[in-house]
Structure formats: structure tokens, C-alpha cells
């Protein structure tokens, strides 16, 4: 099984960036389609953005399309979520996935998460 750890959270002012980091452990890591959530408090969790395992997509929420973006490098066994422009309504705890699988227009995560890391964005 993949384990996974995410890094890069912290404070940052709107209109910021910051760069999230999610290491997974294993060989099999190119094999799985990978993602992001993210979990505001009080809220339920929710789809940020995924990444096909060879780069053949990537899927965002409308609410970060154009100012997150996902990559991954295989050879470093790492998947990164670029954000920018920082909204208020982007603090939450950011989790990564693996083996990620759409239905419709909702997310199946099949694999396993990270811990998370806490991203709060201030005005």
C-alpha cells in the first residue's frame, strides 16, 4: 500500500502562493492516478484537483480553476499542488490520495491519504 505525506502547508496572506508537496512511499507510485482534497472546518471534505499517473490529465474544481495546479514526478515518487492567488475560502486542512476514480462529476478516492497539512490563507 502507498503511504503518503504531505508537506508546504502554512499561513499566508490572500492573494499569496504557496506550494503543497505529498510524498508517497512504495515502487508503484507512476502506476495510480493521484490527487487532492482539501476539508474546511465544519465542512464536509472536497475535491481540489487530480492528475492522470502518466500526466494524460488533470482535473480541477471549478472554485481553483486557473489558480491551482497540479503536477507530479514520477521519478520522485511526488505529487505537488501549485496554488496562487489565495482566497479567504482557501484555508482548510489539504489532504493528497491515490488511485483516484471519477464518477459523473464526483471523486472515489480507492487508495490511501495523507495526514494532511494545514493551509490558512488571512486578510
Known amino acids: 500500500q502507498v503511504q503518503l505525506v504531505e508537506f508546504g502547508g502554512g499561513l499566508v496572506q490572500a492573494g499569496g502562493s504557496l506550494r503543497l508537496s505529498c510524498a508517497a512511499s512504495?515502487?508503484?507510485?507512476?502506476?495510480?492516478?493521484m490527487g487532492w482534497f482539501r476539508q474546511a472546518p465544519g465542512k464536509e471534505r472536497e475535491f481540489v484537483a487530480a492528475?492522470?499517473?502518466?500526466?494524460?490529465?488533470?482535473y480541477y474544481d471549478d472554485s481553483v480553476e486557473g489558480r491551482f495546479t497540479i503536477s507530479r514526478d514520477n521519478a520522485k515518487n511526488t505529487v505537488y499542488l501549485q496554488m496562487n492567488s489565495l482566497k479567504l475560502e482557501d484555508t482548510a486542512v489539504y489532504y493528497c490520495?491515490?488511485?483516484?476514480?471519477?464518477?459523473?462529476?464526483?471523486?472515489?478516492?480507492?487508495?490511501?491519504w495523507g495526514q494532511g497539512t494545514q493551509v490558512t490563507v488571512s486578510s
Open positions: 492528475i492522470g499517473r502518466s500526466d494524460d490529465y488533470t
Open positions: 490520495a491515490v488511485d483516484l476514480r471519477k464518477y459523473g462529476n464526483s471523486w472515489d478516492v480507492t487508495g490511501s
Open positions: 512504495g515502487r508503484t507510485f507512476s502506476s495510480y492516478s
